[in-house]
Structures are given as C-alpha cells and as structure tokens.
C-alpha cells in the first residue's frame, strides 16, 4: 500500500526556519517525482514546487513564491522527501502536503502537516 | 506562468443531478498535462482524472471530464452524496486552479 506521512510543522516565527519531512512506503520512490503543494486556511491549493527523480538529475522547480527561500531534497535510501523552509513570512502558513508525481499528476498524498508562521 | 480560472466558484445541486464544472487556461495547454481533484472537508485532495480524461484507479464512471488547449470540464453524471466536495483543477507545470465548491441545495 502506498503511503506518505509528513512531519515536522509546526509553530514558527517570522523569518524563522523549518524541515518538513515525508516518509515514503509502498513503492520505489526514485521511480517517481515527488511534489510540495500547500493550503493556507480556509483556501485554495497551491503547488509549492517538485523534484524529479535521479534519472533527471533530481532537479528541482519552485513557484515564484517560495523561490529562493524553500528547498526540495530527497533521500532515496531512506524513502524520504524534504522541505527546508527559510526566511518564514505568515503567509506561508499552510498545511503542506508531499505529493507522488506519476507522469504529471499526483496520484497518492500525504495527510498534510500544518505549519503556523506567527509571533 | 499558466493560470487556471475554474467556474462557478460554487455550485449548488441535488443529488441525482448533473455537474459541470469549467477551468479555463491562460494559455494552451497539452490536453494530457490537466488533472482534476477532489477534496473533502478535513482530508487530503485525492486524484479524480489525469490527462484531462482519464480516470484514476477506483474512481466511479459517473465522473468524466473533457476537454482540450484552454478550456477543460469536469462533469459528474448523477451526484451522489458523497461527491459534494470541493473540486481543483491542475497543470501539471504546477498551478492549480481556485477551486469549485459542489454543494447541497
């Protein structure tokens, strides 16, 4: 059975830093991209950014919003994913959801980790 | 950046009925780059339809959807209760679109 579970949110201050982790079973994870999305309160989806997998040299994509400021890794050893989260503003507070990338769409989600950026 | 425009922002309807829900592209895209979603109060959006008319596993033929370059739809035959649910469309570059939320009458 496939699952991911994400961990690691949380309270945080502004300009603050977090991970997010997500533990992958159930398949090989490096035949797979794997997606970041994010719901802020009461909102709409949003994709946060992806990785593709070895074979594409685990490059990575970010949306404009989180440019420079998140980063994506993967650990296929240990079937996991990665967010690092820096420079926090209160507008990324979300639920963050890791998502598995099958040729686009994302066909297994994790149940989501909430993370509060507030003073 | 392409950007998704779903319609009606909500949708009010009886179960039985038909539901039709729009998303709109900023700019044309590869009609096997679309997916649809469905997401439920409280819980994880979960994979309806890729490549804009494909089915994933396990979900019911009453949903269907169509479509190509700019304007994609989501069509559920006959609402069942459980399908009352907030419905996202996605390009597979990353955006999604604002949602449509099917709703009681």
């Known amino acids: 059975e496939v699952q991911l579970v994400e961990s690691g949110g949380g309270l945080v201050q502004p300009g603050g830093s977090l991970r997010l982790s997500c533990a992958a079973s159930?398949?090989?994870?490096?035949?797979?991209?794997m997606d970041w999305v994010r719901q802020a309160p009461g909102k709409g989806l949003e994709w946060v950014g992806r990785i593709k997998n070895k074979a594409f040299g685990y490059a990575t994509d970010y949306a404009a919003s989180v440019k420079g400021r998140f980063t994506i890794s993967r650990d296929d050893s240990e079937n996991s994913l990665y967010l690092q989260m820096n420079s926090l503003k209160t507008e990324d507070t979300a639920v963050y959801y890791c998502g598995r990338n099958t040729r686009g769409a994302l066909d297994y989600w994790g149940q989501g980790t909430l993370v509060t950026v507030s003073s | 950046e392409t950007v998704l425009t779903q319609s009606p922002g909500a949708l009010s309807l009886s179960p039985g009925e038909r539901a039709t829900l729009s998303c709109r592209a900023s700019q044309s895209i590869n009609n096997i780059h679309l997916a649809w979603y469905q997401q439920k109060p409280g819980q994880a959006p979960r994979l309806l339809i890729y490549?804009?008319?494909s089915r994933a596993s396990g979900i019911p033929d009453r949903f269907s959807g169509s479509g190509s370059e700019t304007e994609f739809t989501l069509t559920i035959s006959r609402l069942e209760p459980e399908d009352f649910a907030v419905y996202y469309c996605?390009?597979?570059?990353?955006?999604f679109g604002g949602g449509t939320k099917v709703e009681i009458k």
């Open positions: 996605h390009q597979y570059g990353g955006s």
């Open positions: 490549g804009a008319s």
């Open positions: 159930g398949f090989t994870l490096n035949d797979h991209f």
